[in-house]
């Protein structure tokens, strides 16, 4: 029996901020379509008036805007709350990643990403294959293989390889490689980029996913400890829903 609580909650929620969005909107755009049909029908009217349904068109839209910003921001409006969320060994997702990068780029990756870029090999010596995370699996992979191919093709990036890293219960990803470090502030403008998922702008972005996720994302140059420059995703801590039999990760069996 499935508890169908949080999903009645959700849906009630979406309702009400819909009924908002819908009697909020109808009135401004009612107030806007007036002021703008006087100001096409009457183009000689004296300042003072035109001025005023100037006024009018302005603070409307503003309201608009603030209205969907508002809707926005909350929970039941960020399209994000319905991406499937499920088990994942961390193996699998490894495993899955390689075989993206290794079939290229696809036609709705980021152009910057996709320049030149064909086949990209990822080695994974298999460490943390059985490690569980809690993730929508296919936006994971989206994000991880863009990033990715960002190294590649900006940095020339050398000996890219995956690594599973920290506490079973909040694993980390870790993207390293040899050559050039990343520099200050680009990975805010990576974070920014859309990601090859959903209608075209409306796809979620890469910051978007780890939001989602509760993750954080970050750069680390060498050291005299850690040899390779790492982009580190930290997922944040949760309960696995379920666990399956341990079968094997594909990726710990695969070269």
Request: hydrophobic share 45%; with cysteine.
């Amino acid at each position: 029996i499935d508890d169908v609580t949080h999903s009645v909650q959700e849906h009630g929620r979406r309702e009400a901020l819909l009924r908002r969005l819908t009697e909020g909107t109808r009135a401004a755009l009612g107030n806007l379509r007036a002021a703008a049909q006087a100001l096409h029908q009457y183009p000689a009217m004296d300042p003072r008036r035109r001025s005023g349904l100037t006024a009018v068109v302005h603070d409307e839209a503003e309201r608009l805007a603030l209205q969907l910003g508002d809707a926005l921001r909350e929970p039941a409006g960020q399209p994000r709350a319905a991406w499937p969320i499920e088990d994942v060994q961390a193996g699998d997702l490894v495993w899955a990643l390689q075989r993206t990068l290794s079939a290229g780029a696809g036609a709705g990756a980021d152009a910057s990403a996709s320049a030149g870029a064909g086949a990209i090999a990822c080695a994974y010596d298999g460490q943390g294959a059985d490690r569980w995370l809690v993730v929508d699996s296919h936006a994971v992979v989206q994000m991880l293989a863009q990033l990715a191919r960002r190294l590649h093709a900006a940095l020339q990036a050398q000996d890219l390889a995956l690594e599973v890293m920290g506490p079973p219960m909040a694993p980390r990803l870790d993207i390293a490689w040899r050559g050039t470090p990343l520099e200050p502030g680009v990975l805010g403008e990576w974070e920014r980029t859309a990601l090859p998922l959903g209608a075209p702008g409306l796809s979620p972005c890469v910051r978007d996913v780890l939001d989602r996720h509760g993750a954080e994302l970050w750069s680390q140059a060498a050291d005299g400890v850690n040899p390779r420059h790492r982009l580190c995703i930290q997922f944040g801590a949760a309960a696995p829903t379920r666990r399956l039999p341990d079968q094997g990760s594909p990726a710990g069996g695969r070269g």
